[in-house]
Nanobody, 124 residues
C-alpha cells in the first residue's frame, strides 16, 4: 500500500484544515490507517487511527475534541478534520498504515507504510 497525504497549508489560529490520505493499494481487512505529526525538534506524535474494517477510531488526548478522523471507503481515502487550530499544531503531518492489533495503533513503530507528509503551519 502506498500512501499520499495532502491538504496541509498555512492557516490562522482558530482556523480549520482537512487532511487527506489516499491509499493506492487495496486496504484488506485488518488494516488500520493512522495520522501522526512531527514538529521540529520533537518526536513523532500519534494523533488518531481508524480501523478500515468496522471503522473503529482512536484519538490521542491532544486530538480529542478538535480533530476527527473519517474515511471514504470508495476512494480508499482517510481524512483528518482539524478544527480550532493552535500554533502548537504546527508540524509535518503524516498518514501511515499498519496491520498491528488494535492495542498497538498508537505506536509509530508498528506502522510500515508511510506517506510523504504534509506541512501544517498555524500562525497567530
Amino acid at each position: 500500500v502506498q500512501l499520499q497525504a495532502s491538504g496541509g497549508g498555512l492557516v490562522q489560529a482558530g482556523g480549520s484544515l482537512r487532511l487527506s490520505c489516499v491509499a493506492s493499494g487495496p486496504l484488506y481487512s485488518g488494516y488500520t490507517l493512522g495520522w501522526f505529526r512531527q514538529a521540529p525538534g520533537k518526536e513523532r506524535e500519534f494523533l488518531s487511527a481508524l480501523k478500515w474494517s468496522g471503522g473503529a477510531t482512536r484519538y490521542a488526548d491532544s486530538a480529542k475534541g478538535r480533530f476527527t478522523i473519517s474515511r471514504d471507503s470508495a476512494k480508499n481515502t482517510v481524512f483528518l478534520q482539524m478544527n480550532s487550530l493552535r500554533r502548537e499544531d504546527t508540524a509535518l503531518y503524516y498518514c501511515a498504515a499498519t496491520r498491528v492489533v488494535w492495542s498497538g495503533v498508537a505506536d509509530d513503530k508498528q506502522y510500515y507504510n508511510w506517506g510523504q507528509g504534509t506541512q501544517v503551519t498555524v500562525s497567530s
